[in-house]
């Protein structure tokens, strides 16, 4: 390639800035914003508006896709370095401004050395060319198919995909444009925008109408239809399947509206442009509420030992998790109790409302017998302790779902079913494409029932043995063993 003289004076100039500011600035290192559960994960210095990423996949879901990631962000401090979280990919070029930039790898992070400081306040852009490895570990990121890839970027993943700011606190608009080969379908979160044939391959577009956080990107690739229908208030329904399955499969996918209906009987309106399910020939041990698309395995739907309630009732979760979580999203990790505790809550109440015998009340006896053990093993629910190294997925133990579900039934039995149910339609409402933390809830919470229940919300949350069940002098939590 030959450059222009224009572009010969622009590399000279971010080289020659960097090396002058090299002998000022620190040493390229990882940062966080202080998540006590992930030290490294967030940045400091600057909030994400959208993200702009391109991939190329070439048809072989073990090889590196190509990749340009842009990152339109403005600075809440003077910078003169930038971190990005950033692992399992090549860094080949950084641009900052349309400007040729610097940068190194530090642990789990790229710092990124702009030829002109960042004065606080000052929008700006950076041009991330890179690969991006389908290494499929149980780390998370990509998740090999047997067509193809997926993604799967909870906990904190995002980032083994692309450059980002991946942390929940910094929610920002997506764009996707995968480009593959003919006979593979592209997808992602939002709607889609655009294909563009050129020769042997497509280009898909995808675009967020709402802000979305890192753990919640996904983009799918492989030989899959991709069917239609229309949920409540005109609502889009994609679901994206296994073309081979598509038959067998609609069955269950028919139930999604149904499903929109009951959830927004309980807290309100859908809050995002589109909704379905990605069901992929994976083998992930879980369902994961990626926003707009929630994935799910296809083992699920087929196995005959799996009765209808249980796989309506992990439908429904994933779905609840589109209010709690995907739009009021954690402002830290440690918040993860209010996304999982109610997705669990609401996914135990569809299940008591379609079967008698499986009461929210039993599930939640069973769950206070064994809360001491849960807080024992992983901590109390709104201070999980961290997981193990290399076991990211570890934090995702029973305390935080039945666990915390359970602080919910003793809230409503502290403050009464119609304070409650007002609470967390305003919960949802208040809170909109934002994130919100565990001092929020307990604000919102108090004055929902007009007293302060800071001290409550004190046992039940941080306390390292269970408190009292209010109204149920009889239950015991049995001891650890």
């Keep these: 390639m030959k450059l222009t003289s224009r572009r010969v004076r622009a590399a000279l100039l971010a080289a020659v800035s960097a090396a002058l500011l090299g002998a000022a600035l620190p040493p390229p290192a990882p940062l966080g914003i202080g998540d006590p559960l992930f030290p490294h994960l967030g940045n400091p210095g600057y909030n994400v508006l959208a993200y702009d990423i391109a991939f190329t996949y070439g048809g072989n879901n073990t090889k590196p896709l190509d990749a340009v990631t842009k990152i339109d962000a403005v600075a809440t401090d003077k910078l003169q370095q930038i971190n990005l979280d950033f692992a399992d990919g090549t860094v080949r070029g950084v641009a900052v401004n349309g400007l040729a930039a610097g940068f190194a790898g530090a642990g789990e992070d790229v710092v990124v050395t702009p030829v002109h400081p960042l004065a606080e306040g000052m929008p700006f852009s950076i041009t991330v060319r890179h690969t991006s490895e389908p290494k499929g570990t149980a780390d998370g990121g990509w998740v090999r198919t047997e067509d193809g890839l997926a993604m799967a970027n909870q906990a904190d993943a995002g980032h083994r995909v692309f450059p980002s700011n991946d942390h929940p606190s910094d929610k920002a608009y997506f764009t996707f444009r995968i480009t593959v080969p003919e006979g593979l379908t592209a997808v992602a979160n939002g709607l889609q925008v655009a294909r563009d044939r050129r020769g042997a391959t497509s280009t898909w577009t995808y675009r967020t109408a709402r802000p979305m956080a890192t753990e919640l990107a996904q983009v799918s690739i492989g030989r899959s239809a991709v069917v239609r229908r229309t949920g409540p208030h005109g609502l889009p329904v994609r679901d994206v399947v296994p073309a081979a399955d598509k038959d067998a499969l609609e069955r269950w996918l028919r139930k999604t509206p149904g499903h929109l209906e009951w959830m927004e009987s309980k807290v309100g309106r859908y809050p995002f442009e589109t909704y379905g399910m990605l069901i992929a020939r994976a083998d992930t041990g ?183 069940m209010p109204g149920r002098p009889g239950w015991r939590s049995a001891p650890p063993v």
């Design 286 to 468: 879980f369902a994961l509420e990626t926003q707009t698309l929630s994935l799910f395995e296809r083992q699920l739907f087929m196995r005959p030992e799996y009765p209808e309630w249980y796989v309506d009732s992990i439908m429904v979760h994933e779905l609840a998790h589109h209010w709690f979580g995907n739009s009021v999203t954690p402002r830290a990790w440690a918040d993860v109790w209010l996304s999982e505790g109610h997705a669990t809550w609401y996914e135990a109440l569809f299940t008591e409302e379609r079967n008698a015998d499986r009461t929210l009340e039993a599930r939640m006896r069973m769950a206070y017998e064994h809360s001491d053990a849960w807080r024992a093993a992983g901590g109390p629910p709104a201070a999980p302790k961290p997981a193990a190294p290399g076991q990211k997925i570890g934090l995702f133990r029973p305390v935080v779902y039945d666990g915390s579900a359970l602080v919910l039934y003793a809230l409503r039995q502290e403050i009464g079913k119609p304070a409650f149910e007002a609470l967390e339609r305003r919960w949802v409402r208040e809170h909109r494409h934002t994130s919100a933390g565990t001092a929020d809830f307990v604000r919102l919470a108090s004055q929902a029932a007009e007293r302060d229940l800071t001290g409550f919300f004190q046992g039940w949350l941080y306390g390292p043995k269970t408190p009292a």
